[in-house]
């Protein structure tokens, strides 16, 4: 088996045959193909939205994924997050020495796969070769831009008391699959990361409610609860979450019993939060329900005008829990 030596980095001919022979089969295009130190495009008047990421999840492959869907569907859906449509990624490889080419080739072609789904393309990068036990075989940069269409204003600026707050699925899925496989655990084969580019549903709410949409936030690490004091604190409202509205798969509430785990506070890959003014949530609702990745959506609360900067929870049982934002990390390396 073929596999990743130090001499992959030395910037010489073995560098040149790693990516000739792996890389561009995957990203090749015209942006790309020069191969010149960065990618040169037009851009159209107006604003832009960048972002940049680096994936180090543990393990590198999961049920229903691997780093390389997280390293595209991530950067996607951060600029997606600010009303942006992703146009440009980058893609920075550290590459541990011995990685086989089998496992980096797999890699590749997921991102290519969800590349070509998100409609981005991966225009510029870079590649270097650490010694062995320097990384967990595999690390991911990547970077990306995306353009703003006219009339689309997302900013924490923009939450005011009064507003619904829409969340697109059910929460913790990601980070117990991920915990799952890395801890071999038996679990059941629905539990499958909820990865998945989410610009073109967004795009799809956008287009049709546009100024009505205040605030996009996905809750990546730190989970729902974290975002929602984040949201609270920055936009200076009180939060009010009804429990039975947030959806949580038995399967992953399961685990979450067995071992201690607040889904609130697991990691998300393919879920959006959406604060928006009231007179469009059904609309929205609608939209959500229309995308794979939104067929769960509910409208899990709402915006207020005291408690400023808290987060209450109305539970199942008829109390108020607090939410506050995530201490200790309960699933530590899961993007």
Known sequence: MKRVRLVHGNGGRFSRELTEQYILPHFNNTLLAPLHDGAQFEVSKGRMAFTTDSYVVQPAFFPGGNIGKL??????????????????????????????????????ATMQDMAERANVQIVTGDTKVVQQGAVDGIYINTAGIGYIPEGVMISTDRVKAGMDIILSGSVGDHAI???????GLSLSDSIRTDCAPLNHMVQAVLQEVGSNV??????????????????????????????????????????????????????????????????????????????????????????????????????????????????????????
């Open 71 to 108: 390293a595209v569907c991530g950067t996607v859906n951060d600029l997606a997050m600010n009303g942006a449509v992703p146009q440009y990624i980058s893609c920075g490889l550290i590459l541990e020495e011995g990685l086989p080419f089998d496992t980096l080739d797999t890699i590749l």
């Open 177 to 183: 699959s991920v915990m799952g496989t890395r801890f």
């Open 214 to 335: 205040a605030l996009l936030r996905d809750p990546t690490r730190g989970g729902v609860g974290t975002v929602l004091k984040e949201i609270a604190d920055q936009a200076q409202v009180g939060i009010s979450v009804f429990e039975e509205a947030i959806v949580v798969h038995e399967e992953v509430q399961g685990v979450c019993d067995i071992l201690g785990y607040d889904p609130l506070y697991l990691a998300n890959e393919g879920k959006a939060l959406f604060v928006v003014n009231p007179e469009v949530t059904d609309t929205v609702l609608s939209i959500l329900h229309s995308f794979e990745e939104g067929k769960e959506a509910t409208l899990i609360g709402k915006t207020l005008a005291h408690n400023t900067g808290k987060v209450g929870l109305q539970t199942a049982l008829g109390g108020v829990r607090l939410l506050d934002m995530l201490g200790e990390d309960q699933v530590p390396r899961i993007c």
